[in-house]
Every structure is written in C-alpha cells, then in structure tokens.
C-alpha cells in the first residue's frame, strides 16, 4: 500500500454579484491563504496537496471536488475549507454560497451538503472533514447529528454520511460569523491559524493537532470576541484521530509511551541494529536532536509505515545522517535496552496456541466527555503489568481439541473464532487448558483487555476499522478465519469485531472507583453480568470501538460472542 495523501481544498468566496443580500467579505482570500501555508506548513508536513478555489463559480467548485474525491484511496485523507456566506433554505439545509449563487435559485447555483454525503457515499475514502467559516454553518451540525441518529435506529443500511466524516463550524445555526475591523481574517478563522501556527490547538499535549483539539482551542477563543459560538460533530472515526498538523517540538510523556509500547510490539518484525537505535532514540527524549529520527517514529506509530518499510526507512537515513550510537562511550557506558520475552505457541492435544507477548504500560482508559458512552466514564489511567495474549481469538480447531470434540458454533469451519460459547463456557475452557499446560491460562480483565486493543493508540481505533475488523459493513452476515485482518501495534489480531470477547470483570454503569493496577474488577457492581468487548461480525464500527463496553448474563450464548485468552508474564 502507498503511502497516505492528505488532499485539502479551500474555498473562499468574497465575492456575490448575483445575490442582492450577501455582501461583499474582506477576509475570504486570506482566510483560505493562511490555511493553506499552515496545512502545508515545513513543521507540520502532514497535508500533501492544498489547492485554492478563490471566487469560482459553483459549477468549478462541485467539480473540483468530486474529482479530488475520485482520485483519493480508501487509506487518504479530505479536508474542506470554506470561508464566505452559508444560506439556509426553507427546510433549514445550509448551501455555500460562490460568486454567481442567486438566492431565488439556491439549490441550483450552489454548493449544497448533500453532494459532500454522496461523494462519500460513492467513492472510498471516508476519512473526510468539513471546516465552515460561514453564517449558519452550525446548520450542517444539526444535519449530521440527525443523521447519525438516523443510522443508530435504522441500522440495517449504511448511514450514507459514512464513517469518518468530522463538521468544525464557525457558528450555531442562527448566528453570524464576524469579520473584525483591524483584523487580516475572520474571527474564526483567526483563531484556527493561531492554534495551528504556534502549536496552541494541542490541546492534550500528545504532539498532534486533532479535529477535536481545533475545536476545544476555538471554543475557548472566539466567544471571548463577539456573540459566535463554534460547534463540531464527528462521527464514527475510523482509524483514530483525524489529524489536521502535526505539533511540533511537543513530545510528552504519553507520546513517547506510545512510540516504545510500539516499537516493542513490533521488535521481530524490524532489523536489530534499528531497534536497538530507535530504542536510544525513545530513551533519550532528544527530540529536537534526533528530528529526522522522532519523526520515523511518529510513522510508525501512527500505522503510517509498516515495521518493514520503518527499518528501510531507518536504514536509507542512517547512509545520510549518523545513526544514533548504540555503542558504549568510554566516559558513560551505555545500558543496551532489555529484550521483550519472546513470543510462544503452545500445543493443546495437538493444535498450536499461539501466545504475543504485551509490555507492561499505562494508558488512559474510556472516553473524555462529549465522546462515547457514559459508561466509559471517566476516563482515567491504568497501569497494566506485562502479560502475553492470544494472537486469535480461540477458534474451533482448539475449542475441540479441548473440549473433547464438542464445537457449539453456529458457524462452522476450523479456523473460524468459536461461538455459541457463554462466560462460564470460556472459564471451563481456561482451566482446561491451565490443566493441559501448567500455565495460568484465564480470560483478560477489561482494563488488561483495552490496553492489548489500543496498542498504544488513542482514537476510536487502533488503526484503519476497514482493514483490520470484520463488522457489518463487510463481514456480509458471517464470521471470518481469524488473522485475516491487518494485526494492532501489539500484532493481535481482530481485537475490533469478528466475534464480542468475554472479559473476566462483573459489569459497572461506569469506572467510578475501578481499580487502576489492570486487575479485574470483581467487586460490587452488577454480579448477574459480565462484560464483553470489541464488537462482532454483526454490529455497526461504531460498536467496535476500542472504548466500547456491552454486558451480558454469565450464561448467554451467542453466535456473535468468543473469547481470547491471556497468561501473565514477568516484566521486562
């Protein structure tokens, strides 16, 4: 797979001699200048492409943008900008207005929000977000809150605004956006240079400018200078963050955790010598030193390179720059970093357990409020010891080879994930195999259970949903071969879908006073249920969300539920 291009269109329209009402805007040519020298920014180097549409007619921006749409990739990137007037017509819709808009033909010589929701619909990339710098544009939040409700009643058909898709308006659906007196751009638009330009929008401090960090900087900020009030609506993210620039010279302690977490998930599948220098590189926390170095492990981290294309990477810098030493300095010897247990497979009656060694971490556990569930409230930090995973869900090949040739599934076929197996099925079956094998085989607690999912990572997924899960957008009505998917950072696969896990933990409402050492909790709550994660073959991606939590009585069996086991290890 190439690599990912980042497309941004900026529309700017100051200019309105067809409509009576709309004046003429001052700031629209600069407003859609400024974002283009910060998307395209040397520091940020994140956007590829930024092409500027300035006062074109509605047929040239329609075009314009159905054409960047057809030529990105399901793995690209679409960012819209629009600085000038929003209309409403009488249902409410917002429309875009461009120099030869009538208002007595609006939906005619405009550009409305339902192409955007068909151009994504049809073509596929999804990963898309919609910046309005307009009068009304809190409109086009309302019309995707409703449509997003839409898809949660209905969920049979797919919700065609599709998953991905982030609106940052200027305003609620009533207000005006300002211009200032004095000012080279627009309120709003002001306010989102200023926290893209001196890194001010990072607003969790984790070296990436997000949609939501955007929205969290302009919310403060703009209200302070005129009766405006920005909204933001995303929906369903499919691989993580959507990522506007990239912070620089921010690292702080959760990044540098996540750029180790991964490189020891990734250690046998990259060259040695470049582990043991990426390794110095996360010690150190030399940022600015090793630039060229950090940033091939931001790539890495972020899914962007796989581990191959990382060591050729690292290998093809270190012919032009010098490595980082790993040699011992006589003056201050150098401690090599310690290796990871290794990876194992265990055999029961026959048929191979393979079993990931996960390194011990912490991680900030649930949802922030205003995302998710209550119930993945509040968010708080973990520390989960070292443990190894089951690569797979438990299939039926090793259901039988177990359970003495009894196979419950619906499904049917030796490498499919076992199902029709209930929380005391899947406790019988980790203390056969504890028996089988000496090993303190058992099922994972959530916390243990969330941390192996997110691998490092801190969105809704641990990577692109599309290509590492089966759910109901693509399973087509069935469970599927384990492995069949792309691996998380950790190298687990189909820890998003496939088949609902069986975690060892009796259900809470929420993680008020949940234990934070990465055990399971077993105390109060409610006994008469446990707790099942990562969605399956027939739920929506909204549900297979890494935070996500569903529960069930101890004895239900279904043909969307599994199980995957744990055993613990000895920290490096």
């Known amino acids: 797979m190439t690599d990912p291009r980042r497309y941004a269109i900026l529309i700017g329209n100051s200019e309105f001699p067809e409509a009576a009402t709309l004046d003429a805007l001052r700031c629209p040519p600069r407003d859609i200048q400024g974002m283009r020298e910060v998307l395209l920014a040397p520091a940020s180097q994140w956007f590829t492409d930024a092409e500027l549409l300035l006062n074109e007619a509605h047929a040239t921006v329609r075009n314009r943008i159905q054409r960047v749409f057809k030529q990105a990739a399901a793995h690209d990137q679409i960012l819209l900008y629009y600085s000038g007037h929003g209309k409403l017509d009488q249902a409410g819709r917002l429309y875009l207005a461009t120099k030869d808009t009538e208002e007595e033909y609006l939906e005619t010589t405009s550009v409305e929000l339902s192409l955007l929701r068909r151009l994504i619909t049809n073509n596929p990339c999804k990963r898309v977000a919609l910046i309005l710098d307009c009068c009304h544009s809190g409109a086009a939040v309302a019309d995707m809150q409703a449509k997003g409700h839409q898809a949660a009643v209905v969920a049979q058909r797919l919700d065609e605004l599709a998953a991905g898709i982030h609106v940052l308006s200027a305003t609620t659906a009533s207000q005006q956006a300002y211009e200032k007196e004095g000012d080279d751009y627009s309120l709003f638009t002001k306010h989102l240079l200023e926290g893209l330009r001196h890194n001010r929008a990072d607003m969790d401090g984790d070296g990436w400018v997000s949609i939501n960090d955007l929205y969290d900087y302009v919310r403060q900020h703009v209200g302070r200078e005129a009766a405006q009030t920005p909204r933001y609506k995303g929906v369903e993210v499919e691989s993580g963050k959507y990522i506007i620039a990239r912070a620089e010279r921010v690292y702080g302690d959760a990044l540098w955790q996540a750029f180790k977490t991964k490189l020891l998930g990734v250690e046998d599948e990259i060259d040695d ?33 796989k581990p191959a294309k990382f060591s050729g990477r690292w290998l093809k810098l270190s012919l032009n720059v010098s490595a980082p030493a790993i040699v ?34 912490e991680f900030m556990m649930g949802s922030p409020k205003g995302e998710g569930s209550d119930s993945e409230r509040p968010k708080h930090k973990v520390v989960v010891p070292a443990l190894h995973v089951g690569k797979y869900q438990i299939t039926q090949a090793q259901w039988k080879a177990v359970m003495e040739g009894k196979n419950p599934s619906n499904f049917k076929g030796g490498d499919l994930p076992v199902e029709q197996v209930n929380w005391h099925d899947a406790k019988a079956f980790c203390q056969k195999v504890k028996k089988l094998t000496g090993k303190d085989y058992r099922l994972p607690s959530e916390a243990e259970w969330e941390y192996a999912c997110r691998a490092g990572t801190t969105g809704d997924y641990a990577g692109d949903l599309e290509n590492m899960a089966w759910y109901d957008g693509n399973a087509k009505g069935t469970t599927h071969p384990v492995g069949e998917k792309d691996p998380n950072g950790f190298g687990l696969y189909d820890m998003h879908g496939n088949v609902w896990e069986w975690c060892e933990d009796v259900w809470h409402e929420n993680y008020q006073k949940a234990p934070t050492d990465g055990s399971a909790w077993l105390s109060g709550g409610d006994s008469s249920r446990r707790v099942l994660r990562g969605g399956s073959w027939g739920n929506a991606s909204r549900d297979c969300r890494s935070a996500l939590r569903i529960s069930d009585a101890p004895g239900y069996r279904s043909d969307y539920s599994g199980f995957r086991l744990v055993v613990g290890s000895r920290t490096p």
Request: aromatic fraction near 8%; avoid cysteine.
């Open 273 to 305: 010598d470049v582990f043991e220098q990426a390794y110095r590189v996360i010690k150190e926390r030399a940022a600015q030193r090793d630039k060229q170095w950090v940033e091939l492990l931001e790539a890495l981290t972020t899914g962007e390179l």
């Open 328 to 361: 011992a300095s006589p003056v201050q010897p150098i401690v090599a970093p310690l290796k990871k247990p290794a990876n194992f497979t265990e055999m029961l009656n026959g048929v191979p357990l393979e079993m990931i060694y996960v390194p011990g971490g």
